[in-house]
């Protein structure tokens, strides 16, 4: 599991960096723009191997169970995911009623991407990968708000914006729903 943590530290931090505003002022006035995001985008890509390498080691090892999730969490579960597709496909620039509600859909879909995984999931190596990204987002958004960053302006009607994010969300969960055995090896319909 050491891999597992080493990689949420590096990927997490490096994500991280833009709550330090100064810090990251710092290093892009030292090294450079193209640098800093050279460095920023192989750290992000090195962390997140690690996550899949070492959870995937975790997973071969034996999980550690924590606690047994009944089985109505696993429903919930699903039916959060929805949400958190939908949030995730309001990240393209056009504004959108439901983009302007969630001010920050980024962190709202990782929020409730980490929720639902913490519902399903009663193993330790799952508690702390879904847990760190839950207090990583809640961190994040703290800091976006103490910026003064409020995020996407509200509208008062749905767009065609809210329509594409309603289709690709769904579409993506669907997807997901039938890949996610073969991607992260764990069937989430029907066992």
Do not use: Q
């Amino acid at each position: 599991m050491s891999i597992l943590i080493l990689g949420i530290i590096v990927f997490l931090g490096v994500h991280s960096l833009t709550t330090f505003r100064e810090t990251r002022t710092g290093l892009i006035e030292r090294f450079g723009v193209g640098a800093f995001k050279a460095a920023y985008s192989m750290a992000a890509v090195i962390g997140f191997a690690l996550i899949v390498w070492g959870f995937s080691r975790y997973r071969a090892e034996g999980m550690i169970p924590v606690w047994a999730p009944p089985t109505w969490t696993r429903h919930i579960a699903l039916s959060l995911m929805w949400f958190s597709f939908v949030a995730l496909a309001c990240m393209n620039p056009a504004p959108g009623k439901i983009r302007g509600w969630l001010r920050h859909p980024m962190l709202v879909g990782i929020k409730i991407w980490a929720l639902a995984h913490l519902l399903a999931n009663g193993d330790l190596g799952g508690m702390v990968l879904f847990g760190s990204f839950l207090v990583w987002a809640v961190f994040d958004r703290i800091a976006l708000k103490k910026r003064g960053d409020f995020g996407a302006p509200r509208l008062a009607s749905f767009t065609r914006a809210d329509a594409i994010a309603l289709g690709v969300g769904t579409l993506a969960y669907v997807a997901m729903l039938f890949l996610h055995p073969v991607l992260i090896g764990v069937p989430v319909i029907g066992r």
